[in-house]
């Protein structure tokens, strides 16, 4: 299903999904109904699960970002990941393997909305934190 033409669409979407079926279709040549159509299907077929805007954390008053890693409590796995869902802290998690169960990033006010994060996880399991500096890679485009 991936060809070049479809690999080229999606580096275009991934670079800016609001730019216009007719944009793309300058870029990679082809005309803008059948960019169109090629979108459809790539969504259908499930390469393309959604379009997003991503929002600055800073100018949301988050002026924190870290990385928290957690080994769960014997028990404490499964109710966490059903309770970290409800979390406005977090913007990714994943379940991971190795001596940790859990990576999330989270974003935070200051260092007291940490503070009080930690003191949540922590009902959990064993927890490390990593207070992010800079992003390096952000979004980098998946290509074939």
Not at 34 to 55: F, N, P, S, T
Not at 68 to 93: D, Q, S
Not at 98 to 115: A, D, S
Request: charged share 25%; aromatic share 6%.
């Amino acid at each position: 299903m991936i060809d070049s033409l479809n690999n080229r669409i999606l580096q275009c979407l991934q670079e800016d999904a609001r730019q216009s079926n007719t944009a793309i279709a300058k870029k990679v040549g082809v005309s803008s109904p059948a960019v169109g159509e090629r979108i459809r299907k790539m969504e259908d077929a499930g390469i393309l699960q959604g379009y997003k805007a991503i929002v600055n954390p800073e100018a949301m008053g988050y002026q924190l970002k870290a990385i928290i890693t957690i080994r769960a409590f014997m028990g404490k796995l499964k109710p966490f990941i059903e309770n970290v869902k409800k979390w406005e802290e977090v913007v990714n998690c994943y379940r991971i393997t190795g001596n940790e169960n859990i990576v999330m990033e989270v974003v935070l006010r200051n260092q007291k909305h940490l503070e009080e994060l930690i003191d949540r996880v922590i009902t959990y399991g064993e927890s490390k934190t990593q207070i992010v500096l800079s992003h390096v890679v952000s979004y980098n485009p998946i290509v074939k």
